[in-house]
Nanobody
């Protein structure tokens, strides 16, 4: 079973950038579709971005299109989320996971992203 650890979060000003990492262990992720999700205080967890294993086709939530870029390095068993032009509404705990998400999906600790105005 794949274990995932998110990192790279922090406190940035609006307009700033961060790169999140999702390091996998226990199994290789080269044949997994992978996704990033986020959960803001008082809100449900929401989809941010996904990347397909076969051709690295990426999809994004409308709210992050043009600002976030998902990528993967199968050699490092890691998925990334590059975030630019961050906005206060991007403040959330960010999680990565293998796809599809089911009722049995386990979630890690995530990494906190805080964007100040």
């Amino acid at each position: 079973q794949v274990q995932l650890v998110e990192s790279g979060g922090g406190l940035v000003q609006a307009g700033g950038s961060l790169r999140l990492s999702c390091a996998a262990s226990g199994s290789t992720i080269d044949r997994y579709n992978m996704g990033w999700f986020r959960q803001a205080p008082g809100k449900e967890r929401e989809f941010v971005s996904a990347i397909r294993w076969s051709d690295s086709l990426a999809t994004y939530a409308d709210s992050v299109k043009g600002r976030f870029t998902i990528s993967r390095d199968n050699g490092k068993n890691t998925v990334y989320l590059q975030m630019i032009n961050l906005k206060p509404e991007d403040t959330a705990v960010y999680y990565c996971n293998t796809l599809p998400i089911t009722s049995r999906t386990d979630w890690g600790q995530g990494t906190q992203v805080t964007v100040s105005s």
